[in-house]
């Protein structure tokens, strides 16, 4: 204590630049393995005293000599984490001794700085990443998802895509990532509704025009999305688009006929309530009859689960026969007349007939490729 009492008494006179030296050394022989018990803890005391220094200097020397090193006084480092800008960001940068909870309540009660520092932690663990994409701005999720080394677990990377999922910026930066179907379908919304609000569409269409593209564009980003899911994730994507209201019968009827078998056996399950094992069991073998009632308790109409049906069969054929078809021009035989009034199936078979007709436009496409290859 007398080591104490006389640093404290040098400190009284000293300059701060002397200080900041005395500091540095101090906490380097803390952490070192020359000092006995009383010596080291006659040093803490020294070092709690330095916190009040009224020269930053003093106290960045002594986060600079602590920050690393696990050793380190839990109490001290706590403080200089809440310092002046530069001194908490040495310790919140990399000390080992900060926890996620220390991170969590640093980033609840910290200003954008703090959480900037936070989000961009080496190895930010994914509980301090979450609380950072809960509780910040947008300018602190571009740091955190510009830390390759943060943990960002899914539910994150979803959280992110709702929140600043109209950041162009962010959206990029996500993109970069392995995401979620549901976070890629969110980001495709945010699109569409970022091209919808643009000037350049507005002044060249219709309210309700730009509504209509809109729906049928994200309908379509959709179904792509569906058809190249992980099986494990189709359960969320379904969820998540069954929420977005987005299990419509025209829908539904787009992903069959684009042959995105397992994401419709998926819907179904989620929209009937059975399991899924007996809902791919059912379309894959089961008779008409089975079929049909199968796909009335997930709430389809009766008479547009006929069309259902017959799409479900359809594609049975084409599957069995491994060969390329069109349900949706043989549906449209079977099923469109001349004159149809305004009805749901009149309407799921304008969805079909748009679905045949871009079908047409990509045959036609290729077509023109392959003739110009071989030219």
Same mark, same amino acid.
């Given at each position: 204590?007398? $080591?104490?009492?006389?640093?404290?008494?040098?400190?009284?006179? !000293?300059?701060?630049?002397?200080?900041?030296?005395?500091?540095? /050394?101090?906490?380097?022989?803390?952490?070192?393995?020359?000092?006995?018990?009383?010596?080291?803890?006659?040093?803490?005391?020294?070092? %709690?005293?330095?916190?009040?220094?009224?020269?930053?200097?003093?106290?960045?020397? &002594? /986060?600079?000599?602590?920050?690393?090193?696990?050793?380190?006084?839990?109490?001290?480092?706590? /403080?200089?984490?809440?310092?002046?800008?530069?001194?908490?960001?040495?310790?919140?940068?990399? *000390?080992?001794?900060?926890?996620?909870?220390?991170? $969590?309540?640093?980033?609840?009660?910290?200003?954008?700085?703090?959480?900037?520092? $936070?989000?961009?932690?080496?190895? &930010? *663990?994914?509980?301090?990443?979450?609380?950072?994409?809960?509780?910040?701005?947008?300018?602190?999720?571009?740091?955190?998802?510009?830390?390759? *080394? !943060?943990?960002?677990?899914?539910?994150?990377?979803?959280?992110?895509?709702?929140?600043?999922?109209?950041? /162009? +910026?962010?959206?990029?930066?996500?993109?970069?990532?392995?995401?979620?179907? +549901?976070?890629?379908?969110?980001?495709?919304?945010?699109?569409?509704?970022?091209?919808?609000?643009?000037?350049?569409?507005?002044? %060249?269409?219709?309210?309700?025009?730009?509504?209509?593209?809109?729906?049928?564009?994200?309908?379509?980003?959709?179904?792509? $999305?569906?058809?190249?899911?992980?099986?494990?994730?189709?359960?969320?994507?379904?969820?998540?688009?069954?929420?977005?209201?987005?299990?419509?019968?025209?829908?539904?009827?787009?992903?069959?006929?684009?042959?995105?078998?397992?994401?419709?056996?998926?819907?179904? !399950?989620?929209?009937?309530?059975?399991?899924?094992?007996?809902?791919?069991?059912?379309? !894959?073998?089961?008779?008409?009859?089975?079929?049909?009632?199968?796909?009335?308790?997930?709430?389809?109409?009766?008479?547009?689960?006929?069309?259902?049906? +017959?799409?479900?069969?359809?594609?049975?054929?084409?599957?069995?026969?491994?060969?390329?078809?069109?349900? *949706?021009? &043989?549906?449209?035989?079977?099923?469109?007349?001349?004159?149809?009034?305004?009805?749901?199936?009149?309407?799921?078979?304008?969805?079909?007939?748009?679905?045949?007709?871009?079908?047409?436009?990509?045959?036609?496409?290729?077509?023109?490729?392959?003739?110009?290859?071989?030219?």
């Amino acid at each position: 204590m007398v $080591i104490v009492q006389a640093f404290l008494r040098w400190t009284a006179t !000293a300059r701060a630049s002397e200080r900041a030296k005395a500091a540095g /050394a101090l906490g380097r022989a803390y952490l070192s393995a020359t000092l006995g018990r009383e010596e080291q803890h006659a040093a803490a005391l020294a070092m %709690t005293y330095l916190l009040d220094d009224p020269s930053p200097r003093v106290r960045l020397a &002594l /986060a600079e000599a602590l920050a690393g090193s696990p050793e380190a006084p839990r109490a001290i480092i706590l /403080a200089l984490a809440e310092d002046q800008p530069e001194i908490s960001c040495t310790v919140i940068s990399c *000390s080992p001794v900060i926890t996620e909870t220390d991170l $969590i309540a640093l980033a609840g009660r910290g200003d954008r700085l703090i959480r900037g520092f $936070i989000a961009a932690r080496p190895q &930010l *663990s994914r509980g301090a990443a979450a609380a950072i994409v809960e509780i910040g701005e947008e300018n602190d999720v571009t740091i955190l998802l510009e830390n390759e *080394s !943060a943990v960002i677990g899914r539910p994150t990377l979803r959280r992110i895509a709702e929140r600043f999922g109209q950041s /162009a +910026d962010i959206r990029r930066l996500l993109l970069d990532r392995d995401l979620p179907a +549901d976070v890629r379908h969110l980001l495709v919304h945010h699109v569409t509704a970022a091209l919808s609000g643009s000037s350049l569409v507005r002044a %060249t269409m219709a309210a309700k025009r730009i509504e209509h593209v809109g729906r049928e564009a994200g309908n379509a980003a959709a179904v792509v $999305i569906a058809g190249g899911v992980p099986h494990e994730e189709i359960p969320d994507l379904v969820e998540h688009l069954r929420g977005a209201g987005r299990l419509t019968p025209a829908f539904l009827i787009h992903a069959l006929c684009a042959g995105k078998i397992d994401f419709f056996a998926g819907a179904i !399950a989620n929209l009937s309530g059975l399991e899924d094992r007996r809902v791919r069991a059912i379309l !894959a073998t089961g008779r008409m009859h089975a079929v049909r009632a199968l796909l009335e308790s997930a709430g389809l109409g009766r008479d547009i689960a006929v069309v259902f049906v +017959d799409a479900v069969f359809l594609r049975r054929q084409e599957e069995a026969a491994e060969t390329p078809g069109s349900v *949706s021009a &043989l549906l449209l035989e079977r099923f469109r007349r001349p004159g149809m009034p305004a009805s749901p199936v009149s309407e799921l078979l304008d969805m079909v007939e748009k679905l045949q007709r871009a079908e047409m436009r990509s045959t036609a496409r290729s077509y023109a490729d392959d003739a110009y290859l071989a030219a």
